[in-house]
């Protein structure tokens, strides 16, 4: 063994790392859907953070664990009600919202156990998306939503504008948005309706208001 | 008087003798490491009865380091003892833990310092029902209290105190092991760094006590039991013990490794006998498993220790409410379970996974893919050897533990 916070070849994933710039050193941080932990494992590593994870593979579990993170094999959807409010002072939840059967109930425990929840989304609305199907006519495949549609578990994609009108209508505020390119690069947009049509994927930072 | 042991405790650390005045007698012997307590420590017991006078048995393994931080108390299962890694002298066998524990292994004892005590109320040295009550001169047998594993997490921790552990590394164990794991973290949180419940409940199911209960009639039933006076009369109930372990050791088995390991296939024969000798080979090895239980385990312990896993249920000393016996835990857990243990299903560690959610504590889960059943914490196991050295070694890391 190397270590267990030995650093991965190739360093992680750029969309992670803007994550990780918001996140404060020493916090208490809940990574929901942390696949391998590699997320984790980079804040345990550079900002000492009191790090947990969630998955719901048992094998992405078990190598998480096995690399020395905390992590429970567990469902976004029903086990989030478990924790205390605002036990942790993030909760992370990358590129999984989709795959949640009720996205809505999700965000407002998010927001309960944690004072700031990092939320982010492929965006369904990026005119490559809308192109595919309007002029395709096929069920849109891009980098971040790379199965078809019979095989994907991405069950309730949505889009920047969705998911903003969702957060105003259940009483979540948005402390921020940032737009982010297929390669997780921030993309300066000013514009909403913009930024739906031109990013890829975005960085929600919500809290309970 | 200093406790003579195999293992090395390091040198700058002397075992502290103002723990216990008079200190508690150390012996060494064929039950390697003892301790005895005198009538000045008593051990106060849940049943409200209170133990005076007794003695613990253990082995350790590795060393001490100079501030007493890598220590590792394994707590071992109903019918397993203090020999983790070396050969059980009764038996004769290498130790129930040689896979996982010793150097350069999982539980590596060049990294840390690993403590196993024998059980309050066993049979491998610490007092049970097997040994002479000093104030009758005669077997406890029956008059021996009965005992939770509360008490015996209690016996334990004066144990560590006598060898002037304030703080545990790790506390881990499986099954019954488990059971004493998460009354350490519940009763000791800030004895304890991290725990590693393996294959365990919080509390003992009716089909757990019911099959415990099977075990019980048939050491009861036996006629060589003698009311639990058997020691005075020389016999000992050893068809009635065999059968409690024949019991119960389908229990720690799966389906699926019976089928796998046995089948139908017979016992040295061509065809059934139309009779009632062992014609399957499922039988034969149960019969084996039986007897030679009998060889190394005294049925009246056998009687007080069942007893204990049954009683034992952390949630109702919390008013029902699992999480309180983990209020603001500091503790770092990793929970394992196994997918095909009946015994103590995965339902049971998510239980425990849910309550420590609660409390927002640190802790890992993993379930285990096998179908070994509940025995399989004893095996080779190499996912559950590799997810068990991972959580080591990143609590290691925190607790500022060396690297051999």
Redesign the interface.
């Known amino acids: ?1 190397t ?3 030995a650093g991965r070849p190739g360093g992680i994933r750029v969309d992670l790392l803007v994550i990780a710039s918001l996140i404060s050193d020493g916090a ?1 941080v809940l990574d929901v859907g942390c696949g391998d932990g590699a997320l984790l494992e980079h804040l345990t590593r550079t900002k000492s953070v ?1 790090g ?1 994870g969630i998955e719901l593979s ?1 094998a992405g ?2 190598a ?11 469902d976004a959807d029903t ?1 989030l009600k ?3 409010d605002g ?2 002072d993030y909760a992370v939840l990358s590129q999984t919202l989709q795959a949640t059967r009720n996205p809505k109930r999700v965000l407002e425990q998010l927001v309960r156990i944690a004072r700031n929840a990092i939320v982010t989304i492929p965006n369904f609305g990026h005119w490559r998306v809308r192109l595919s199907l309007a002029l395709g006519g096929r069920m849109p495949m891009t980098d971040l939503l790379a199965e078809p549609w019979y095989a994907t578990p991405n069950i309730h994609l949505c889009t920047i504008r969705d998911l903003t009108a969702l957060c105003r209508e259940s009483a979540i505020g948005i402390e921020q948005v940032r737009f982010l390119d297929s390669q997780g690069q921030t993309m300066s947009l000013r514009s909403l309706r913009f930024a739906n049509l031109l990013s890829e994927q975005a960085l929600f930072v919500l809290r309970r208001t | 008087m200093r406790v003579r042991n195999r293992a090395t405790i390091g040198e700058n650390v002397a075992i502290s003798e103002s723990a216990a005045s008079p200190a508690p007698g150390g012996t060494s012997d064929s039950f390697g490491a003892r301790l005895t307590f005198g009538p000045d420590r008593p051990l106060r017991l849940d049943s409200g009865a209170g133990l005076v006078g007794y003695t613990m048995a253990y082995q350790t393994y590795g060393r001490l380091n100079a501030d007493r931080s890598n220590a590792i108390l394994i707590c071992h299962a109903l019918t397993g003892d203090q020999y983790v890694t070396d050969a059980n002298p009764y038996t004769g066998r290498r130790g129930w833990w040689d896979l996982v524990v010793g150097p350069g292994k999982v539980i590596d004892t060049d990294r840390y310092f690993v403590i196993c005590v024998n059980v309050l109320g066993g049979c491998m040295g610490s007092t049970g029902p097997g040994e002479v009550n000093p104030a009758t001169g005669r077997p406890w047998a029956l008059t021996f209290p009965v005992i939770t594993i509360a008490d015996m997490v209690r016996a334990q921790a004066m144990v560590l105190d006598h060898l002037g552990i304030q703080q545990l590394f790790c506390v881990i164990g499986g099954s019954m092991g488990g059971m004493q794991v998460l009354q350490w973290a519940s009763a000791y949180p800030e004895r304890v760094f991290s725990a590693v419940p393996i294959a365990t409940s919080v509390r003992h199911s009716a089909q757990n006590i019911a099959f415990h209960e099977v075990g019980r009639q048939a050491i009861m039933g036996d006629r060589d039991w003698r009311d639990g006076n058997y020691l005075d009369h020389d016999v000992r109930p050893r068809a009635g013990l065999a059968v409690a372990r024949m019991a119960a050791h389908i229990t720690y088995l799966s389906e699926a490794a019976l089928r796998r390991k046995f089948g139908r296939k017979l016992q040295n024969r061509e065809r059934i006998t139309y009779g009632f000798d062992a014609d399957f080979q499922v039988e034969s090895y149960l019969r084996h498993q039986g007897s030679i239980f009998v060889e190394r385990f005294d049925a009246n312990s056998y009687l007080y220790i069942t007893r204990a896993m049954d009683y034992f249920d952390l949630a109702a000393e919390h008013d029902e409410v699992l999480s309180r016996a983990f209020r603001r835990t500091p503790v770092r857990y990793c929970v394992i379970s196994f997918t095909s243990d009946w015994l103590f299903p995965t339902r049971d560690s998510r239980e425990i996974v849910h309550a420590l959610n609660a409390e927002a504590a640190n802790v890992s889960f993993v379930e285990i893919e096998s179908d070994k059943g509940h025995d399989a914490f004893l095996l080779k196991e190499p996912e559950f050897h590799k997810t068990l050295g991972g959580f080591l070694g990143g609590a290691a890391e925190r607790r500022g533990l060396k690297k051999p």
């Open positions: 063994m270590g267990f916070l208490r009191d947990r048992q579990v078990n998480g664990v096995a690399r020395g993170l905390s992590v429970i094999q567990g086990d478990d924790y205390p036990a942790f």
